[in-house]
């Protein structure tokens, strides 16, 4: 079966959140997927994200990851999830940040020098540095339902949900959720 990224998959408001994002259910062993997993799923996601991510105004049409800066790609994803993720729940610890600043300098350190289009990897680096000096935390969620980090745009800051029409529904019916999970496309 062929894996395509839906706008759904772009809840999270910045791109570095949806990179977060392409691990499904993180937090539980059995279940989780890396949808990073699939070299050519980084690819398409890099033009999904042109269409879907909320930062694609900022970023444009995004190039592709360069085969050697993957790795940095993947290291800063996961610190870019453990940090956010615990400052949300006031757990942060000032290491997950100096780890998540690294990591953006290593990605940018082994940028291409580009012409147009910016990698994904180097726009990555720079949606999640973004984040880490913004004026406002509160505005970062974790969704109760898919555990997805969001970045809550809404005037009141009012979003429960990374995706009202998916994880708020969904939580609605949960049961049903439960037993046919395999048709839900998560
Ligand atoms: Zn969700």
Redo the contacts with the bound molecule.
């Keep these: 079966m062929t894996f395509t990224w839906t706008a759904h998959r772009f809840?999270g408001g910045a791109l570095a959140l949806d990179v977060a994002n392409s691990i499904i259910l993180r937090a539980d062993p059995e279940r989780r997927i890396d949808r990073f997993a699939d070299v050519a799923a980084i690819d398409s996601f890099a033009e999904a994200a042109n269409r879907f991510g909320a930062e694609s105004a900022r970023f444009g049409a995004l190039a592709p990851v360069a085969a050697e800066n993957r790795g940095r790609l993947l290291q800063l994803r996961e610190a870019t999830d453990r940090h956010f993720r615990a400052a949300i729940s006031a757990t942060g610890r000032p290491e997950f940040l100096a780890d998540l600043l690294e990591a953006i300098a290593a990605v940018l350190r082994g940028s291409l020098p580009h012409v147009g289009a910016l990698s994904l990897d180097t726009a990555t680096a720079q949606s999640a540095l973004s984040l880490a000096a913004s004026t406002e935390p509160d505005r970062l969620k974790i969704?109760?339902?898919?555990?997805?980090l969001?970045l809550d745009r809404s005037r009141n800051r009012s979003r429960t949900?990374?995706?009202m029409a998916?994880?708020g529904n969904?939580t609605k019916a949960k049961r049903h959720y439960h037993r046919n999970r395999e048709e839900t496309g998560l």
């Design positions: 809840a969704c109760p339902n898919c555990g997805w969001f949900w990374c995706d998916v994880c969904r």
